[in-house]
């Protein structure tokens, strides 16, 4: 097994002062990579600012003899993060958008301002510094991006309407990075990860804590960036060791007839079938999905 290295690369972690992001930004530099250290250093409801969150792990990379800079803006000014990696490094090669908040609340107690800060830094903010970066990855024939969804967009959770419809929009933004990507050598992945940081220290045990290391999440997000990467456009669940990829399931569902037009009984009679994967496929793309609709209405006698 060769060794995956990342020397001059350059790497913008976004929200690496501490968590996640900081077990990213560690892990580049310890591989030789450049790293953008960008935390505005907040707390977990995105109040306030402390630059000092990643002028620490900045210190810590230098420490270990890496390279790596750090920046305090707002994701949601992403292009000044993008900028900081092209002033100081002359490049910019890979993006892990992880920056986070949460403004929890159950539905009905749910505040606009909870629904807008949360769409700021999480959806807003990975389009900004994505968007910053894009042509440059797109010109260089080069390019890694991981996004961070999470299991709450991919299954819904109590009190996270704000930030499960974020994290969802961001596999769907993922996707369509990943098509755009595609033939130009830039690839694009989004992982729901698990791991103890301060997001969860309320709700985990101690001992939960202990066995979910964030450093447990950093290799699968390395792999993803690696010089060799060609995997684009996927969702993977990872959490303390543990990792892997989730796909969309369609049932074969039910084709009814519209002449005479069918009605809601038609519908409710088919319920069972449409609902039914006993009979499924995975559609992974668009083509896919067009291909398995145009046969369906083929087989209903609606097209030639
Ligand atoms: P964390 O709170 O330790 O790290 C998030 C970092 O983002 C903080 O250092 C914070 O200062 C920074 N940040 C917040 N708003 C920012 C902004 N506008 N601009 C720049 N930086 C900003 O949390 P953790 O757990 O490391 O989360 C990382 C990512 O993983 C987040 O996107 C989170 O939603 C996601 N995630 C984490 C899970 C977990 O189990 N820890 C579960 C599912 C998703």
Redo the contacts with the bound molecule.
């Keep these: 097994m060769s060794e995956i290295r990342f020397d001059d690369r350059v790497v913008v972690v976004?929200?690496?002062?501490?968590?996640?992001?900081?077990?990213y930004a560690l892990a580049f530099a310890a591989r030789g990579a450049k790293v953008i250290v960008?935390?505005?250093?907040?707390?977990?409801r995105?109040e306030g600012e402390?630059v000092s969150?990643?002028d620490r792990v900045v210190g810590q990379i230098r420490d270990l003899g890496g390279e790596a800079v750090s920046n305090?803006?707002?994701?949601?000014n992403g292009e000044r993060?993008i900028d900081a990696a092209l002033t100081n490094f002359g490049r910019v090669d890979i993006v892990v958008?992880?920056?986070?908040?949460?403004r929890d609340a159950s539905f009905r107690k749910m505040t606009v301002e909870d629904w807008e800060r949360v769409y700021?830094?999480?959806l807003f903010?990975a389009f900004k510094v994505t968007h910053a970066a894009w042509p440059h990855m797109l010109d260089q024939r080069f390019g890694r991006i991981v996004n961070?969804?999470?299991?709450?967009g991919a299954y819904g959770n109590f009190g996270q309407a704000n930030?499960s419809a974020m994290?969802l929009g961001l596999v769907g933004f993922t996707k369509t990075l990943a098509v755009e990507g595609a033939g130009k050598n830039v690839t694009a992945n989004v992982?729901?990860?698990?791991?103890?940081?301060?997001?969860?220290e309320t709700i985990l045990t101690p001992e939960r804590m202990a066995i979910?290391k964030?450093e447990y999440v950093t290799p699968l997000v390395l792999r993803l960036c690696a010089e060799h990467n060609e995997e684009s456009g996927s969702l993977f669940e990872v959490?303390a060791g543990w990792m892997a990829k989730v796909r969309w399931e369609r049932a074969e569902g039910i084709s009814l007839p519209t002449n005479p037009v069918f009605t809601v009984e038609d519908v409710d009679a088919g319920w069972e079938k449409i609902c039914d994967f006993s009979v499924s496929d995975h559609p992974a793309s668009i083509r896919d999905r067009s291909a398995a609709v145009t046969a369906k209405l083929v087989e209903a006698g609606l097209l030639p």
């Design positions: 976004t929200g690496a002062g501490g968590g996640l992001g900081r077990a960008n935390d505005l250093g907040g707390d977990i995105g402390n969150a990643a305090h803006d707002s994701v949601e993060i958008n992880n920056a986070g908040i949460l700021r830094v999480h903010g961070t969804a999470s299991a709450a930030y994290k992982i729901a990860p698990v791991a103890a940081s301060r997001l969860l979910l964030p959490a």
